[in-house]
């Protein structure tokens, strides 16, 4: 079965600093991978998908960039938090045209 | 562009009783539509999804939706809710033809109440 995992669990950030969210897919091979934001009590918006390795889509603009280095780990950072960057991190994948499955997501606060 | 519109922002039933969450889609194209279940500081879960065929399609804990594509709708649907159905449910839509876009709805919070 797949898993997907994503660290840190929490962080708590200062402005200005940097950061670097992860996510890793075991059991799938080739996964389309995502990534979403979701403010607190709001709906999700799609950051990034990455269909192949070395290879990312943006889909909004929020100052924040991603990486595929490897097939089934998918990166997300910024060098300069700003305070619209506070909210719920989430990754998903999904086989090629489906339902996207989501990781239990990375709660960021920054301050 | 897909676009999604949940018009519940919260919808309060009582245990037992039978539940429909409203989603409209706007997409020229073939949609696939997708129903999302999220608990408190918790990822989404997958209720159910719809490609093609059947339009009343079946999901996980006697949840269903049924695709309606003159009126642009995946309404939720469930015979009987229990307390442990509150959450947040989100509908989203995706094109058929793979851009890898999947967008959701605004979510409707559904509080079980005894």
């Known amino acids: 079965a797949q898993t997907i995992h994503q660290w840190p669990v929490a962080e708590i950030k200062a402005v200005g600093s940097p950061l670097s969210l992860g996510c890793t897919i075991k059991?799938?091979?080739?996964?389309?991978l995502y990534w979403y934001w979701q403010a607190t009590g709001g709906t999700l918006q799609q950051l990034f998908y990455?269909?192949?390795?070395?290879?990312v889509e943006s889909v909004v603009q929020l100052n924040l960039s991603a990486s595929r280095p490897k097939d089934d780990q998918f990166i997300l950072s910024t060098e300069k938090l700003l305070l619209s960057h506070s909210g719920f991190y989430l990754c998903?994948?999904?086989?090629?045209?489906?339902?996207?499955?989501f990781g239990e997501g990375t709660r960021l606060s920054v301050l | 562009a897909q676009s999604v519109t949940q018009p519940d922002a919260r919808v309060t039933v009582s245990e037992g009783a039978s539940l429909q969450l409203r989603c409209k889609y706007s997409?020229?194209?073939?949609?696939?539509l997708f129903w999302y279940v999220q608990y408190p500081r918790q990822g989404l879960q997958l209720l159910l999804k719809?490609?093609?065929?059947?339009?009343v399609v079946q999901g996980v804990n006697g949840f269903e939706a049924e695709f309606i594509k003159s009126n642009s709708s995946f309404h939720l649907r469930k015979a009987s809710v229990h307390w442990s159905d509150s959450a947040v449910y989100f509908c989203?839509?995706?094109?058929?033809?793979?851009?890898?876009?999947?967008?959701f709805g605004a979510g409707t919070r559904l509080k079980v109440i005894a």
């Open positions: 998903a994948w999904s086989r090629a045209n489906q339902a996207p499955l």
């Open positions: 719809y490609y093609s065929g059947d339009p």
């Open positions: 997409y020229s194209g073939t949609p696939y």
């Open positions: 990455s269909i192949t390795v070395g290879q």
């Open positions: 059991g799938k091979s080739s996964p389309n």
């Open positions: 989203a839509v995706s094109a058929s033809t793979g851009n890898y876009k999947y967008v």
